[in-house]
């Protein structure tokens, strides 16, 4: 049995305006021990699908369907009782902006201190020794010293690292990384990124990766998601999704990021804009930004296809080319005198 088991996880945020889907039918697995990348641009979903998971979602954020299961428990209409013994103490989170994340009254030592207070039965003595224990870990320098500053002190690459620590501090068997190094420069970031690599080896936790860099996730991620306008369009193992990407949006990421095959080369970015999520259409939500879009694509979302064992993917122009294979729909067959580009 997984680790995490999502299956057709469905999340809307209920607006003046109407009902924006967020997430569309999500579903994956986490095994312990592996690191699975969600990436994808602004507005995909990514990080509602962690939010949900943890059930932290806005006030007009709701969990319409699907199931959430942690090592076989149901967490969606579980409780905020059940929640707040997953929270920190199972599934903990790193968010993208440590400044906003770490309260700027209190000390670092009294921040760390209060999360290993709240979700353990440490006492004073023992979170506090607890909390000098994880500062090491992440490599926080002086760390006696460092729990009695403020965060305004500490550095971006610091302050990311006391919420590493703050984290892992209760030991979860999950750790979710939303965007955590977006707000740092390169070099911080490489280091961020070695630190949780040799961590997750060290702990032997689940780690959760969600970025809109595919760079991020090719050196750290055992297993792929891509997601766009609240769904998955493709699902891998890493070297599946960077050496076979079988979807056209997987495609313009990879074409619009520097690496050796396109060295020298102008970057392709991906024109057009993100799908409005208050109006859904009915095809794939990707075709009006698609330059190799077909009738079918319009008319008709492709279900997921089996690439390989190791690979699915959720674009028309499989069918076209003959890849995979796919349950048979009412109109799947018109895919191929469809064929024709828009």
Known sequence: MSLLEVNNLQTSFFTDAGEVRAVNGVSFNLERGKVLG???????????????????????????????????QELVNAGEKVMRTVRGNKISIIFQDPMTSLNPTYTIGHQLMEAILLHTDRDKKQAYDRAIEMLKL??????????????????????QRVMIAMALACE?????????????????????????????????MAIIMITHDLGVVAQLCDEI?????????????????????????TKGLLKSIPSNDNAGQKLQPITGTPIDLLNMPKGCPFAPRC???????????CKRMEINPDHKASCWMNVKNGIGQQEPTENSGGAAEDGEAK
Request: charged residues 20%; aromatic residues 6%.
């Open 38 to 72: 969600i990436v994808g641009e602004s507005g995909s979903g990514k990080s509602v699908t962690a939010y949900s998971i943890m059930q932290i979602l806005a006030e007009t954020g709701k969990i319409v369907g699907g199931s959430v299961k942690l090592d076989g």
């Open 172 to 204: 979860p068997d999950i750790l979710i990384a939303d965007e955590p190094t977006t707000a740092l420069d390169v070099t911080i970031q490489a280091q961020i990124l070695e630190l949780m690599q040799s961590l997750q080896h060290e702990l032997g």
């Open 225 to 249: 998601i891509v997601m766009y306008a609240g769904s998955i369009c493709e699902q891998g193992t890493a070297e599946e999704i960077f050496y076979n990407p079988c979807h056209e949006y």
């Open 291 to 301: 330059d190799e879009a077909m009738k079918i694509c319009i008319r008709e979302r």
């Open 138 to 159: 992440v490599n926080v320098n002086s760390p006696e010293r460092r729990m009695k500053q403020y965060p305004h002190e500490f550095s971006g690459g610091m302050r």
